[in-house]
């Protein structure tokens, strides 16, 4: 595996940082997953805009648009057309004779930019939805969802939680109210006069990541409801939908050890899956040009 490290594109035995990094010691920095179909990365401008948008937030002074082109540059040196691409950047390393333990940074820093592209299902896979099962559980993270951070024990223990309980993922419950799962927004369908209404937890409503994928599927389907969403209602919907750059549409078939509908993958979910494949398909083809220079 070819990865990126501060500009250059080395073998993945040869990536080298700092003990000393703030990313390794604090998990000072920010991270994004983006995914490539066919060679042409998706929503790129989504994934751009939410980076900085995190680098922002911590006050790390790098611009994510640079990634664009770098993107690129790792799916041809790793020979890689449908794949998820990684980056992260943390603040950096303090010079030497800085106090590396001070949680004020302390001094300039340059940010570590790390980044590596793995083979990922092609487009093809999507015509099928997969399908998830988890647990609730009472979010024991921090209040900033929104900035993409490196930080994630809190998730890695939602999902040792779920482990423990014989579940692959967890759902993320706050004070009442639906959040996300570990790297997935959540859609429910829930039963509305003349059929079912599909809705989402709002921004504003818990703490949670503004996911590409979500917003994506919220401009092209406008009859997704933003909303704050009780945790009752997970009692009462017909499918639950997890939405995310890496596992795309996935419907969950079994929470807290009991079905979700009918325990199989739904037309919600069927329809969401086919909707979001459709609009990649529309973005191959818009960015194709575009892409086609960028990789040169």
């Known amino acids: ?3 990126h490290l501060n500009g250059r594109l080395i073998p993945r035995d040869q990536a080298r940082i700092s003990v000393f990094d703030r990313g390794f010691l604090f998990g000072d920095g920010v991270y994004e997953g983006l995914r490539s179909f066919d060679g042409h990365l998706i929503a790129m401008p989504g994934h751009v805009r939410r980076m900085n948008e995190g680098l922002r937030a911590a006050g790390i002074e790098f611009d994510a ?3 664009h082109a770098a993107s690129y540059a790792l799916l041809e040196a790793n020979n890689l057309r449908d794949a998820f691409v990684y980056w992260q950047v943390t603040r950096g390393e303090p010079e030497p004779g800085r ?7 302390d001094g300039p820093m340059s940010p570590t930019v790390f980044g590596y592209a793995a083979p990922a299902p ?8 997969g399908s998830a099962r988890l647990v609730t559980m009472p979010d024991p993270r ?11 024990m809190g998730n890695v223990l939602g999902v040792l939680h779920a482990q423990a309980r014989g579940t692959p993922d967890v759902l993320f419950t706050q004070r009442g109210l639906v959040a996300e799962a570990s790297s997935t927004n959540v859609v429910l369908a829930l039963p509305a006069p003349g059929g079912t209404r599909l809705v989402t937890p709002s921004l504003d409503s818990v703490s949670i990541l503004a996911g590409v994928t979500r917003d994506v599927l919220m401009e092209i389907r406008p009859d ?8 009752a209602e997970l009692a009462l919907a017909s499918e639950i939908v997890l939405l995310g750059t890496l596992s795309m549409v996935l419907p969950v078939v079994e929470l807290d050890g009991r079905p ?9 979910a069927r329809g969401l899956l086919g909707d979001y494949a459709d609009w990649i398909r529309r973005d191959i083809s818009r960015s194709r040009p575009a892409a ?3 990789a040169r």
């Open 142 to 152: 921090w209040s900033r969802g929104r900035l993409k951070s490196i930080s994630l």
């Open 292 to 294: 086609t220079g960028a």
């Open 1 to 3: 595996m070819i990865v």
């Open 224 to 231: 997704i409801e933003s909303r704050p969403v009780r945790e």
């Open 99 to 105: 106090n590396v333990r001070s949680r004020l940074p």
């Open 65 to 67: 648009a640079s990634l």
């Open 260 to 268: 979700v509908g009918e325990g199989a993958p739904g037309p919600c």
């Open 122 to 129: 092609g487009l093809s896979t999507a015509s099928v939805p």
